[in-house]
């Protein structure tokens, strides 16, 4: 089963942390574009980081909201992508999700973040896990 799955959600307090991961099952992520998404109850789903594969410039994009709280990275090792997230405030408070999507099918970092119908187009899309911030 070819598949992403996002993993480390969890509690926490606002101004805490956690980290999110991105792994693949069936296939390597070398290849692919990876973002992560979110949606909060009752709003519009958003990107907020994404990053470009292993062989591109190690380019990333960050919604306004979390630069310089966020942090994403590519574990080539691991074929993991992570999000490290600062600073949680209850904003923050959504379902995470990955999406892969193959580097010829968008043009920048930025443009993977920003694709509207990310879930209809993507080649990956996972599960999502939970983040709450609360104190």
């Known amino acids: 089963q070819v598949h992403v799955v996002e993993s480390g959600g969890g509690l926490a307090q606002p101004g805490g942390s956690l980290r999110l991961s991105c792994a693949a099952s069936?296939?390597?992520?070398?290849?692919?574009?990876i973002g992560w998404f979110r949606q909060a109850p009752g709003k519009e789903r958003e990107g907020i980081s994404c990053?470009?594969?292993?062989?591109?410039?190690?380019?990333?994009y960050y919604l306004d909201s979390v630069k310089g709280r966020f942090t994403i990275s590519r574990d080539n090792a691991e074929d993991t992508v992570y999000l490290q997230m600062n600073n949680l405030n209850h904003d923050d408070t959504a379902v995470y999700y990955c999406?892969?999507?193959?580097?010829?099918?968008?043009?920048?970092?930025?443009?993977?973040?920003?694709?509207?119908?990310?879930?209809?187009?993507?080649?990956?899309w996972g599960q999502g896990t939970q983040v709450t911030v609360s104190s």
């Open positions: 069936g296939f390597s992520l070398d290849w692919y574009y």
């Open positions: 990053i470009s594969n292993r062989r591109g410039d190690g380019s990333t």
């Open positions: 999406a892969a999507e193959e580097e010829f099918k968008v043009p920048s970092v930025r443009a993977l973040c920003e694709m509207s119908d990310i879930v209809e187009k993507a080649d990956f």
